[in-house]
């Protein structure tokens, strides 16, 4: 079954301790991205990828970050987590995107971090 | 910059009532236009998509047509079921800047038996 696999789905921890939530992808997508939602804010894109090593920033990136060493995993590191962080987080893959391309992004379940 | 507008939400209807979700939309050039649906405790599923003006998508008996003249997309369904009940988000990739989809913040719909 083609999926996105987040892990994991519930988190509460503490102020500073580092933090990973994995994000694994079984399509063979080039794409991966990272978003966070918040409530009346939508869905704001944290990091992207294109491809193996290959990373950039998206609208609010400030207080992450994420590797893509592999095509199929995408993990978003949190180094010193604080509360303005507690939110849901989505990890999303597609086929290479493309100027007002109509490749649908795939997404997880999600995970919901609370940072005390 | 690219922007999606949504309204408000929630919106509560009756089951079998005429919905419709409004959305319009800020960018340049030709972006595709899509909507994703959020069940409760799940991550957004692809509903319907739209490539170019005039463009009608549809799925599950949800329609939504690309009116560049107006710059919408709106969400409609003939008569809903208390399982359409969900959030619902318009999105849009654009021309440039093509490597993220522009989301707009989610219309909550709950439908009653």
């Known amino acids: 079954e083609a999926q996105v696999t987040q892990n994991p789905r519930y988190l509460i921890t503490v102020t500073g301790k580092k933090l990973t939530v994995t994000c694994s992808q079984n399509m063979n997508h080039e794409y991966m991205s990272w978003y966070r939602q918040d409530p009346g804010l939508g869905l704001r894109q944290i990091y992207y990828s294109m491809n193996v090593e290959v990373t950039d920033k998206g609208d609010v990136p400030e207080g992450y970050k994420v590797s893509r060493k592999e095509k199929r995993n995408f993990p978003l590191i949190l180094e010193s987590p604080s509360p303005n962080q507690t939110s849901l987080y989505f990890c999303?893959?597609?086929?290479?995107?493309?100027?007002?391309?109509?490749?649908?992004?795939?997404f997880g379940d999600g995970t919901r971090l609370s940072i005390l | 910059g690219d922007s999606v507008t949504q309204m408000e939400g929630p919106v509560t209807l009756s089951e079998e009532a005429f919905l419709t979700i409004n959305c319009t939309y800020t960018?340049?050039?030709?972006?595709?236009l899509f909507w994703y649906v959020q069940y409760p405790g799940e991550g957004l599923q692809l509903l319907l998509k739209a490539t170019k003006a005039d463009d009608k998508g549809s799925n599950k008996g949800f329609e939504a047509t690309y009116r560049k003249e107006t710059t919408s997309f709106h969400l409609e369904k003939g008569s809903v079921q208390v399982s359409d009940s969900a959030v619902y988000f318009c999105a849009l990739r654009p021309d440039t800047g093509f490597q993220k989809l522009v989301f707009g913040t989610g219309t909550r719909l709950l439908v009653s038996p």
């Open positions: 960018a340049t050039g030709y972006p595709s």
């Open positions: 999303a893959s597609s086929p290479q995107p493309t100027p007002g391309g109509n490749q649908p992004q795939h």
